[in-house]
């Protein structure tokens, strides 16, 4: 009797461990169908993604953040206008440029692409707050280039490594063009086009302007009122409420789509940057893959990151 009692024992251990690891494998394949963490969520939204995606993103009230290939370089586009904007801001601080500095418009200085001044008459002349502006609220690319002339990518280099952001360069005029140093002496990111930067880096620029760390209170609020102003919001502020006040910069390249902002929510500041790049499809329509990823993922870091 007592080796039957064993042997029964033994069949009832292995029917329940075998039972335990079938629930536990099941389990396993429910958390897949239904990601419970943030990081969860974010690879089941980029599992069938065809392209590369970089993201940070940072509560500012309660300093929760999330990063996923966040501290890599990659290709800003037009999210390069924020550093110069910041350069621009310091130059007039210092005295070397004033608001009211005019240039003139002329035929080989206007460039194609967004923005409103390559409309306007040969001889028309623009102070440099309007270029300022234009060059944020509407990425006017032929203002970005008239600013890079006279403040130069060397300087908004040199101002990105006084504020620690190693990863941010200029690198030259859009359409090519007085190309900064690092650009000359660094093979690497003659890839890369008008700027490089990471989303750590972008959203830490974010986060010392919303705390009036960079150059001055006062200034680092009328960058952040100027981009609270800007005009393209089909990619992270994309079903954002009217109501919520949110400040951001985004950039687009054939393959690539790239956004970076802070969306001022009732359950927290939420500072993210996100780049989705080696897009297989190019088109230029607000349903662009990209800019619908951007959306999506913005959705879940404010829902996630929310305090």
């Known amino acids: 009797m007592s080796r039957i009692f064993i042997a029964l024992t033994l069949i009832s251990l292995i029917s329940f461990a075998a039972f335990a690891q079938t629930s536990r494998s099941k389990t396993a394949q429910i958390d897949l169908k239904h990601p419970q963490t943030l990081d969860e969520k ?28 966040g501290d890599e370089q990659v290709r800003t586009a037009s999210t390069i206008k924020l550093p110069i904007m910041t350069e621009v801001f310091a130059q007039v601080a210092d005295g070397k440029r004033s608001w009211n500095d005019e240039f003139i418009l002329t035929t080989d200085k206007k460039f194609s692409g967004s923005g409103i001044l390559g409309e306007f008459s040969d001889g028309s002349k ?15 690319n032929t203002a970005t280039n008239l600013i890079l002339d006279a403040v130069t990518s060397d300087a908004v280099n040199a101002r990105m490594d006084s504020l620690g952001l190693k990863q941010t360069r200029s690198l030259g005029k859009i359409g090519g063009g007085a190309k900064s140093k690092v650009w000359e002496n660094t093979p690497l990111y003659k890839n890369y086009g008008i700027g490089i930067s990471s989303p750590h880096d972008m959203v830490k620029l974010l986060e010392m302007l919303e705390n009036g760390q960079v150059l001055s209170p006062q200034a680092s609020k009328e960058m ?80 996630s990151l929310a305090k």
Not at 53 to 62: E, G, H, P, R
Not at 127 to 138: A, F, R, S
């Open 42 to 69: 974010i690879k089941s939204e980029l599992a069938n993604f065809r392209g590369s995606v970089y993201i940070y993103a940072k509560n500012l009230d309660t300093g929760k953040d999330y990063s996923y290939r």
């Open 126 to 140: 623009v102070d440099l707050k309007t270029l300022t502006n234009l060059m944020i609220t509407v990425s006017d």
């Open 224 to 303: 952040l009122d100027i981009l609270k102003r800007q005009q393209y919001t089909d990619g992270i502020m994309r079903g954002v409420l009217d109501t919520v006040p949110t400040a951001s910069k985004s950039g687009a390249l054939d393959r690539l789509r790239s956004d970076v902002g802070i969306i001022y929510g009732r359950r927290g500041r939420i500072a993210l940057a996100i780049t989705v790049d080696d897009m297989l499809e190019v088109t230029y329509s607000e349903d662009n893959p990209g800019l619908l990823l951007l959306s999506r993922l913005s959705q879940i870091l404010q829902e």
